[in-house]
């Protein structure tokens, strides 16, 4: 046997063992956990299904598509779950794979145990919410692109790892788009063939996703306006000191279009500094997504016309609030028994607790609750900040191509969130907590030789 059969034989059996491994304990999680996990936003989705799209979910036209694709023809909610636990093992099996045979033991045994087969990995992957299914697809595809641009080939596995890891990194949430500069950075370095072949996917993936898109329209939260009227309202809290001002904090304008619904006080009553979620949602709330298009339009142009330059210091403080929420994971961490009052509201076949299996669920419960009691510890984000802000300055000055594709968009990411979140949930920084399984491969790599595929 030829050395280059005896490395891709090696290759494989390392590949396979670590699939087993992570398809047994993903597998074990959603026997114990069936049918998953449901939340508000799973609902919502089922709903929006269900009316065939007389409820809109708000979320992204292809996160509907792959929720239809999967629940829509066997009305089970652990279907597209169960492919979403699948996909995961399939990503962290070949990233995991790859650190082993590059001889970085002590990489993959980190990464094994604090972010592949961590409980609160496999929880919100066990969730039917687009994050988790979004954050290891970035990751996936971040490491091909890497691999391929200090190679300056892709690798026939490479191909079909970026053909299915890319569709869910742009598409699944509306700030994927960022991945496109990814693509772009990659394929200067790569060969013509391989080039081709690479903005062929990305062509092809988009074109699939516009036509979704037209056939079935999705109502999605605009981003400027859910920052302008979450952060106008916070302008408008009472202050006890009521520092001494020459002008109004709040336009007059915003005012007007503010109350033209809804009392003044009731907005101001349903503020919580942590969430936007009572001003949108709750039936005794202002509900402020209904306002009309013209009023929103006046909100947007007045908070950054007038009320955003007056009240810099609360804005300030209140994105430091929502962004230390999200990394300290104190907000959107979705209780197990909600999925009953899901499965009651939706038309599915789907069984709480089908296989009984009482004794693995307790023991799996147990690992869930003492690792949610540090959480603010073991499921922080911050390593994968820290790596990426550790790392861009030296790829910055060394004009590192193949390190830029992956640390520039993920900084995008980050600046994204930290200024436009209006909830302080932990899966929107979920992209940094898996981070570390291509950070830390990617920056140890700097040491040696490139890398094989």
């Not at 496999?122 to 890497?146: H, N, R, V």
């Not at 306002?291 to 947007?300: N, Q």
């Amino acid at each position: 046997m030829s050395g280059a059969a005896a490395q891709a034989e090696r290759s494989g059996r390392a590949f396979l063992v670590a699939l087993a491994a992570l398809c047994l304990a993903y597998g074990g999680w959603l026997l114990a956990f069936w049918p998953g996990v449901l939340g508000p936003d799973s609902y919502a989705i089922l709903l929006e299904l269900q009316t065939q799209g007389g409820f809109q979910s708000g979320k992204p036209s292809f996160w509907y598509y792959f929720v239809h694709l999967f629940y829509g023809s066997t009305r089970r909610v652990e279907a597209p779950i169960a492919f979403q636990l699948l996909f995961a093992a399939l990503v962290f099996a070949r990233m995991l794979s790859w650190c082993w045979r590059q001889g970085f033991w002590k990489i993959t045994l980190f990464c094994a145990v604090f972010i592949c087969f961590a409980p609160h990995i496999m929880f919100f992957t066990g969730t039917l919410y687009p994050d988790a299914l979004f954050s290891i697809a970035a990751a996936g595809l971040l490491f091909e692109l890497w691999l391929a641009a200090r190679a300056g080939r892709l690798a026939p596995f490479q191909l079909g790892m970026v053909f299915i890891t890319l569709p869910f990194a742009l598409f699944c949430r509306q700030n994927g788009f960022v991945f496109l500069a990814s693509l772009a950075l990659a394929s200067l370095a790569l060969r013509w063939p391989d080039r081709l072949r690479l903005w062929g996917m990305a062509v092809f993936w988009s074109a699939l996703v516009l036509l979704g898109g037209r056939l079935h329209a999705t109502e999605s939260h605009s981003v400027l306006f859910p920052l302008a009227a979450f952060e106008t309202v916070n302008f408008l809290q009472p202050r006890p000191m009521n520092l001494p001002r020459a002008e109004p904090r709040v336009s007059e304008a915003t005012i007007e279009a503010l109350t033209r619904r809804h009392d003044l006080q009731n907005i101001i009553r349903h503020y919580d500094r942590d969430y936007w979620d009572p001003l949108v949602y709750q039936p005794d709330g202002p509900e402020l997504m209904r306002i009309p298009p013209e009023d929103k339009a006046v909100i947007v142009r007045e908070f950054f016309r007038y009320n955003l330059w007056r009240n810099l210091p609360a804005f300030l403080g209140s994105r430091v609030n929502i962004f230390m929420t999200s990394l300290l994971a104190q907000g959107g961490i979705l209780p197990f028994d909600y999925t009953q009052q899901v499965l009651a509201q939706v038309q599915t076949k789907s069984q709480m607790r089908r296989f009984h299996l009482d004794r693995l669920e307790a023991v799996l419960l147990k690992l869930h609750k003492a690792s949610l009691a540090c959480r603010w510890l073991l499921w922080t984000p911050a390593l994968g900040i820290l790596l990426l802000l550790w790392g861009l300055p030296g790829a910055l000055r060394q004009r590192r191509v193949a390190e830029l594709l992956v640390l520039l968009p993920l900084l995008a990411q980050l600046g994204g969130i930290f200024v436009f979140s209006i909830a302080g949930e932990y899966r929107y920084l979920l992209p940094f907590a898996v981070a570390p399984v291509l950070l830390l491969p990617m920056l140890q790599s700097r040491r040696g030789a490139a890398p094989s595929s």
